[in-house]
């Protein structure tokens, strides 16, 4: 079995050796290649069934989804007529879209800037090692370590307008209150402030184990030419913590572009539509109410996929550009 | 050499992946209709209820296995979570495996009948003549009736006896909404809170609103009406006085609710199911007064027994047994304790009343009570009721004044 997995294996690669053997040895020799062949594609099933079960498919439905008409009439019959782009120009043209849209490019770019400034800031401090700096360092876990449930209906009691905790320090100190998850101006900023706590934490252990494969002797190099503090960092440490930047931002985009749990427990996407990102939209379309609008919810989700995909593309293409 | 290994093993792996994706897609489409249920074994029926705080060992439970005996068959009960009930009954009719029995919330059923998937009493002999009619509104649509109430609950308005009497303020003087408003303004002035209800954005939040709506004699196919203003208006001037906390415009029902046990506020708007803990606590009630008097038509609650489709439909006859059997006077009211809900019946309603006297607000308020998808709406109900809480929170906010707020609503429902 071992040795028909070897030719499986390097099978391509040895061509013209194979053949060598095959033209020395008798008729026999062909056979164990083509079994070897068939044990490859058994030995690739499970992660091809498994792809196609579980993303593939989901991903050809929701396309189908969003190509048709479906009503829950349609739904249960299954004969759903084909619409093209209907539902596309149905939630493009929906007043709801300019600022579902504004609303998740603010929320995504707001929410990385702070979390991955913050989190780089608090890496480069916690890597001077001084007393307590592990502790302290795990103490900053634990936004990460919370269920968002929990971290979420957390904040809502702390900026409730009338009881929270946040109003209560206002008002102690002689500020005006200010009604967070209420009013329209402030519900996303509300919520942006929950996802930037629980963010930090991520971006601060990816950032950290970066700094640590960064060799002391550059900094010591510097030192020695007598830079600063302020220069070791912009000339050293932020350049060659560009490949770990450049995934902890990916990641953090992609994550914060479907961030629901936070925003549907503290606002529900409101006051109105104040705090509707794509995420909430596509949701509150398709399980909203108790009438699912199940195409152009399944539209508002390819278009968040797509959205994804593009920041995906940038991404790639930008760390070939640094192996080149 | 090794990348070209692993381009050739992708390219593979994708062909494989789109033939079975044709093969997975053909099967879905032959799937449906299949055998389901109806294969199980002789004598085996299905039912599904949104109580998944009942187990086997609950009186509900036992209540339907002793209607099932009598029937002369077992039945097989599964309990799901209310938010999830619709969506499983969608898809277990799409796959053809409906159960035989299912429980589900009154605003669902007109559309569980939309898509096709229930039956209505003229096909599977449902006796359901003496059901109070305004409950059994839910259940209407096109003049067939789709299901039976297992029983009902509603909104009213509960008090705090101590935070009045220190106002000066005397709750049977309380008939209309001047009467409340100087009442509220009588409460306020005395240091205390006002009033809480809940304004969230989601269906809680219309249901909440209804009342008033209703009460202002207001209609749900015209949302910009002068009489759905003037409710409109009268939440926006409590929130925008302090008569009402700014928090409702995000109170679900059990955070308002909480904020009332504080024991700072004067009046609560809340349903039946609080009742239990309103009586320990101190607290009275009374039904939602109309703008010019009399109780305000509150909208019901409860779940409704429906018999989804079956290929068999020799089984109708034996789910309607069951049905009939759990919903008869001497089986519900217990049930309907249980649930803390007001029962559907007449009949049933005076037994309710004779153990517990204090129903009597609650059965008053029931009576006053309109079912949402009622007046023939059925699934329009979903659409309007979306605009209708946006609107109700673009005004309490102050984005939009209650008319410009309500035309906008008036024209995003229409127009869908």
């Given at each position: 079995?071992?040795?028909?997995?070897?030719?499986?294996?390097?099978?391509?690669?040895?061509?013209?050796?194979?053949?060598?053997?095959?033209?020395?040895?008798?008729?026999?020799?062909?056979?164990?290649?083509?079994?070897?062949?068939?044990?490859?594609?058994?030995?690739?099933?499970?992660?091809?069934?498994?792809?196609?079960?579980?993303?593939?498919?989901?991903?050809?439905?929701?396309?189908?989804?969003?190509?048709?008409?479906?009503?829950v009439?349609?739904?249960?019959?299954?004969?759903?007529?084909?619409?093209?782009?209907?539902?596309?120009?149905?939630?493009?043209?929906?007043?709801?879209?300019?600022?579902?849209?504004?609303?998740?490019?603010?929320?995504?770019?707001?929410?990385?800037?702070?979390?991955?400034?913050?989190?780089?800031?608090?890496?480069?401090?916690?890597?001077?090692?001084?007393?307590?700096?592990?502790?302290?360092?795990?103490?900053?876990?634990?936004?990460?370590?919370?269920?968002?449930?929990?971290?979420?209906?957390?904040?809502?009691?702390?900026?409730?307008?009338?009881?929270?905790?946040?109003?209560?320090?206002?008002?102690?100190?002689?500020?005006?209150?200010?009604?967070?998850?209420?009013?329209?101006?402030?519900?996303?900023?509300?919520?942006?402030?929950?996802?930037?706590?629980?963010?930090?934490?991520?971006?601060?252990?990816?950032?950290?184990?970066?700094?640590?494969?960064?060799?002391?002797?550059?900094?010591?190099?510097?030192?020695?030419?007598?830079?600063?503090?302020?220069?070791?960092?912009?000339?050293?440490?932020?350049?060659?913590?560009?490949?770990?930047?450049?995934?902890?931002?990916?990641?953090?985009?992609?994550?914060?572009?479907?961030?629901?749990?936070?925003?549907?427990?503290?606002?529900?996407?409101?006051?109105?539509?104040?705090?509707?990102?794509?995420?909430?939209?596509?949701y509150r379309l398709g399980f909203g109410s108790a009438l699912p609008d199940l195409?152009?919810a399944?539209?508002?989700?390819?278009?968040?996929?797509?959205?994804?995909?593009?920041?995906?593309?940038?991404?790639?293409?930008?760390?070939?550009?640094?192996?080149? | 050499?090794?990348?070209?290994?692993?381009?050739?093993?992708?390219?593979?792996?994708?062909?494989?992946?789109?033939?079975?994706?044709?093969?997975?897609?053909?099967?879905?489409?032959?799937?449906?209709?299949?055998?389901?249920?109806?294969?199980?074994?002789?004598?085996?029926?299905?039912?599904?209820?949104?109580?998944?705080?009942?187990?086997?060992?609950?009186?509900?439970?036992?209540?339907?296995?002793?209607?099932?005996?009598?029937?002369?068959?077992?039945?097989?009960?599964?309990?799901?979570?209310?938010s999830?009930?619709t969506?499983?009954?969608?898809?277990?009719?799409?796959?053809?495996?409906?159960?035989?029995?299912?429980?589900?919330?009154?605003p669902a059923?007109?559309t569980?009948?939309?898509?096709?998937?229930?039956?209505?009493?003229?096909?599977?002999?449902?006796?359901?003549?003496?059901?109070?009619?305004?409950?059994?509104?839910?259940?209407?649509?096109?003049?067939?009736?789709?299901?039976?109430?297992?029983?009902?609950?509603?909104?009213?308005?509960?008090?705090?006896?101590?935070?009045?009497?220190?106002?000066?303020?005397?709750?049977?003087?309380?008939?209309?909404?001047?009467?409340?408003?100087?009442?509220?303004?009588?409460?306020?002035?005395?240091?205390?809170?006002?009033?809480?209800?809940?304004?969230?954005g989601t269906e809680e939040?219309s249901?909440?609103?209804?009342?008033?709506?209703?009460?202002?004699?207001?209609?749900?196919?015209?949302?910009?009406?002068?009489?759905?203003?003037?409710?409109?208006?009268?939440?926006?001037?409590?929130?925008?006085?302090?008569?009402?906390?700014?928090?409702?415009?995000?109170?679900?029902?059990?955070?308002?609710?909480?904020?009332?046990?504080?024991?700072?506020?004067?009046?609560?708007?809340?349903?039946?199911?609080?009742?239990?803990?309103?009586?320990?606590?101190?607290?009275?009630?009374?039904?939602?007064?109309?703008?010019?008097?009399?109780?305000?038509?509150?909208?019901?609650?409860?779940?409704?027994?429906?018999?989804?489709?079956?290929?068999?439909?020799?089984?109708?006859?034996?789910?309607?047994?069951?049905?009939?059997?759990?919903?008869?006077?001497?089986?519900?009211?217990?049930?309907?304790?249980?649930?803390?809900?007001?029962?559907?019946?007449?009949?049933?309603?005076?037994?309710?009343?004779?153990?517990?006297?204090?129903?009597?607000?609650?059965?008053?308020?029931?009576?006053?009570?309109?079912?949402r998808t009622?007046?023939?709406?059925?699934v329009k109900y979903p659409v309007i009721s979306e605009q209708l809480w946006t609107?109700?929170?673009?005004?309490?906010?102050?984005?939009?004044?209650?008319?410009?707020?309500?035309?906008?609503?008036?024209?995003?429902?229409?127009?869908k």
């Amino acid at each position: 079995m071992t040795a028909t997995q070897i030719t499986a294996s390097t099978g391509t690669g040895d061509t013209g050796r194979a053949a060598e053997r095959s033209a020395a040895l008798p008729t026999p020799g062909r056979r164990p290649r083509r079994r070897g062949q068939w044990a490859a594609w058994a030995f690739l099933a499970p992660v091809v069934v498994y792809l196609v079960v579980f993303y593939a498919y989901p991903l050809y439905r929701n396309l189908d989804l969003s190509l048709r008409d479906y009503t829950v009439r349609s739904f249960i019959d299954g004969n759903a007529p084909f619409v093209w782009f209907a539902n596309y120009v149905a939630v493009f043209q929906d007043p709801t879209f300019w600022p579902a849209l504004a609303n998740t490019a603010t929320f995504t770019l707001v929410s990385i800037a702070f979390q991955y400034s913050i989190g780089m800031a608090l890496a480069v401090f916690f890597f001077q090692r001084f007393p307590l700096s592990a502790t302290l360092r795990a103490l900053f876990l634990v936004p990460w370590l919370l269920p968002l449930l929990v971290s979420a209906s957390a904040w809502s009691w702390m900026l409730n307008s009338d009881s929270g905790v946040v109003n209560a320090a206002l008002s102690a100190a002689g500020i005006e209150p200010v009604n967070w998850l209420t009013s329209p101006q402030w519900a996303l900023v509300s919520v942006l402030i929950a996802n930037i706590w629980i963010g930090v934490p991520f971006n601060l252990v990816i950032l950290y184990s970066g700094l640590q494969n960064i060799s002391t002797d550059i900094y010591e190099a510097a030192s020695i030419d007598g830079a600063n503090a302020w220069q070791k960092f912009w000339r050293i440490t932020f350049p060659l913590l560009r490949p770990v930047s450049a995934i902890t931002i990916l990641l953090g985009l992609v994550y914060t572009l479907k961030v629901f749990d936070i925003i549907w427990i503290m606002t529900r996407g409101g006051p109105g539509s104040s705090s509707t990102t794509f995420a909430i939209w596509s949701y509150r379309l398709g399980f909203g109410s108790a009438l699912p609008d199940l195409s152009p919810a399944a539209a508002v989700g390819n278009l968040l996929i797509v959205i994804a995909l593009v920041f995906g593309l940038i991404y790639i293409r930008a760390q070939r550009r640094l192996e080149v | 050499m090794s990348t070209s290994i692993t381009r050739t093993r992708a390219l593979g792996a994708l062909a494989i992946g789109a033939v079975a994706v044709g093969v997975l897609a053909g099967c879905s489409g032959g799937g449906a209709g299949g055998s389901g249920s109806t294969d199980a074994t002789g004598g085996t029926y299905t039912f599904w209820d949104p109580y998944p705080q009942y187990d086997a060992s609950s009186d509900w439970a036992k209540v339907i296995d002793k209607c099932a005996a009598d029937a002369g068959v077992t039945v097989e009960r599964t309990g799901f979570d209310t938010s999830d009930l619709t969506s499983k009954a969608l898809l277990a009719g799409q796959q053809g495996d409906s159960p035989d029995i299912l429980l589900i919330d009154n605003p669902a059923v007109s559309t569980l009948v939309e898509a096709g998937i229930v039956t209505a009493t003229d096909e599977n002999g449902l006796q359901v003549g003496d059901v109070a009619e305004n409950i059994l509104g839910a259940s209407v649509v096109d003049g067939k009736t789709y299901g039976v109430p297992i029983g009902a609950n509603t909104l009213a308005l509960y008090y705090n006896p101590s935070v009045l009497s220190a106002a000066g303020v005397d709750p049977s003087s309380i008939k209309d909404w001047s009467s409340l408003n100087s009442a509220i303004e009588k409460v306020v002035a005395s240091g205390k809170k006002g009033i809480t209800f809940s304004g969230i954005g989601t269906e809680e939040g219309s249901f909440q609103f209804l009342p008033w709506f209703w009460g202002a004699g207001a209609d749900l196919t015209q949302l910009d009406s002068s009489q759905a203003v003037s409710a409109v208006q009268l939440w926006t001037d409590w929130v925008k006085k302090g008569w009402a906390p700014n928090s409702v415009i995000n109170n679900t029902q059990t955070t308002s609710w909480q904020e009332f046990q504080t024991g700072d506020f004067g009046f609560a708007e809340n349903g039946t199911w609080q009742k239990a803990g309103a009586a320990k606590a101190g607290y009275e009630v009374m039904p939602i007064p109309a703008a010019k008097g009399g109780a305000a038509p509150a909208p019901t609650g409860g779940e409704f027994l429906t018999l989804p489709v079956q290929k068999d439909s020799a089984r109708y006859a034996t789910s309607s047994k069951i049905v009939e059997c759990l919903t008869s006077t001497a089986n519900v009211v217990d049930t309907d304790n249980t649930l803390n809900y007001i029962a559907a019946t007449p009949e049933a309603q005076k037994a309710q009343l004779a153990k517990d006297p204090t129903l009597e607000p609650w059965i008053e308020a029931v009576g006053a009570a309109k079912a949402r998808t009622g007046d023939n709406l059925g699934v329009k109900y979903p659409v309007i009721s979306e605009q209708l809480w946006t609107a109700v929170q673009n005004s309490l906010t102050g984005a939009q004044s209650p008319q410009d707020a309500l035309k906008a609503a008036q024209q995003a429902a229409s127009s869908k």
